[in-house]
């Protein structure tokens, strides 16, 4: 935390690559109120009980609670499909459109090229190229 970042390791990430992540102020912040400095650094912060400990949550853990608020509010059955992975669309759109330059969004994302990055924005609709023409005046 002291640097505004956090270690994704290897065995727990989905390329099998450890890599630092830049943490967001507003994340940060909400970080500090938990107090994760009184907890050892090989504590995992996401645990059954809901804070920092030895035995980090299963691999359906997320889906599973998040199945449960899709159920609640309805949507479950949508004909749209959400998935866990929302919130990290989310969070890339939110990035995008505030500015954050397009390499900054792929180290965040650990994309192996700012290739992988923008086809990975162009498929959540952020590049239409009919938009670039909009403000044109005249030919």
């Known amino acids: 935390m002291e640097y505004d970042r956090l270690f994704i390791p290897a065995y727990n990430s989905k390329n099998k690559k450890g890599d630092w992540v830049s943490i967001p102020r507003i994340f940060r912040n909400k970080l500090e109120r938990m107090e994760l400095n009184r907890y050892p650094g090989e504590y995992f912060l996401f645990t059954k009980d809901q804070r920092p400990g030895l035995v980090p949550v299963g691999i359906n853990y997320f889906y599973r609670r998040y199945a449960k608020i899709l159920e609640s509010t309805g949507l479950k059955n949508s004909s749209f499909k959400y998935d866990i992975y929302g919130f990290k669309h989310s969070g890339n759109i939110n990035m995008y459109l505030s500015g954050v330059p ?25 590049f239409r190229t009919s938009d670039a023409f909009d403000d044109v005046k005249s030919f």
């Open 102 to 126: 397009l390499d900054v969004i792929q180290k965040q994302n650990r994309h192996q090229s700012i290739d992988q990055t923008i086809q990975y924005l162009r498929n959540l609709d952020l």
